[in-house]
């Protein structure tokens, strides 16, 4: 008789990704248990025997790490896969093992560019534009959609992933998969660059005076005849190169700048309001 997994254990396997991915999360282990976990409740159905069990469970505790919503396709994929196994067909730890590997660098690189690069910066424009003035319905409008989104896309990606089975691995590493991740970063990073245009201003107070004590010189009034936005380019630009190219953590970063503005403020280049 065939072997079939029923729709209550696969929304338990979900759930148990969606809470738990970062389940016992460590450098050395990632997110291997959240996805050891997302699995139990498939073999536990699966599988009668123990030692069977045992057996089919020891496959993900390979080392697995991606970005978790859109990584949520990979653990439906392999759902498919362990019941192909469980049904006898030419599926060992080998091929499972190696579609994890193989696809949890690309999936991250989409994921990257188009969850925390291209979504999450356009919620966060929004919800900052519902926030002005001190107002919570932002912060609101942000955790009530953001958890939707992230609900409903991943449940969906899971139960695709899993009827796919291994036929969603052509489009994710194929010319397909390398032309998506492309379109998505440069995507992400237009995105980004209009946040930051938006959200960001940095301005600079400095002027020279004449000797009637009258400015002759305002410095900004000159950078935004030449290059508008120019000190706000080169603070994102700064942080990015610190952050990308000097692997420097974001705290490190937001210390250097406090740095920067304390002793730009002491010498009268910035003024407290208008660097933010």
């Not at 190696?98 to 979504?119: E, K």
């Not at 410095?219 to 603070?235: I, S, Y």
Request: a negative charge; aromatic letters at 12%; charged letters at 15%.
């Amino acid at each position: 008789m065939e072997k079939k997994l029923s729709k209550k254990t696969l929304l338990k396997s979900f759930h148990n990704w969606y809470y738990g991915h970062l389940t016992c999360f460590s450098q050395e282990h990632m997110q291997t248990f959240g996805y050891l976990c997302s699995m139990l409740p498939l073999i536990e159905e699966l599988y009668q025997d123990e030692d069977e069990k045992a057996k089919a469970m020891n496959t993900y505790t390979a080392f697995f790490n991606t970005e978790p919503q859109l990584g949520t396709v990979i653990v439906g994929m392999t759902a498919g896969l362990e019941e192909a196994r469980a049904n006898g067909e030419d599926v060992d730890d080998e091929t499972i093992n190696s579609l994890r590997a193989g696809l949890m660098g690309p999936v991250a690189g989409i994921g990257d560019s188009l969850i925390v690069g291209t979504v999450i910066p356009i919620l966060l424009g929004i919800a900052l534009g519902m926030s002005t003035g001190g107002s919570p319905l932002g912060a609101v409008f942000y955790i009530i959609v953001w958890n939707l989104f992230a609900y409903f896309g991943m449940k969906f990606l899971y139960f695709k992933g899993y009827h796919l089975g291994g036929k969603a691995v052509d489009f994710l590493i194929g010319a397909q998969g390398d032309a998506l991740r492309e379109s998505v970063s440069t995507l992400g990073g237009i995105v980004i660059g209009s946040v930051a245009a938006t959200w960001v201003s940095v301005q600079t107070s400095l002027q020279l005076l004449n000797d009637a004590g009258e400015p002759y010189l305002v410095l900004q009034d000159k950078l935004n005849e030449v290059f508008p936005g120019l000190l706000t380019a080169v603070f994102i630009i700064v942080c990015w190169f610190l952050m990308a190219k000097k692997k420097m953590s974001p705290i490190k970063v937001m210390l250097i700048l406090v740095a920067v503005a304390f002793v730009g403020v002491l010498v009268g280049f910035f003024n407290p309001g208008l660097a933010y």
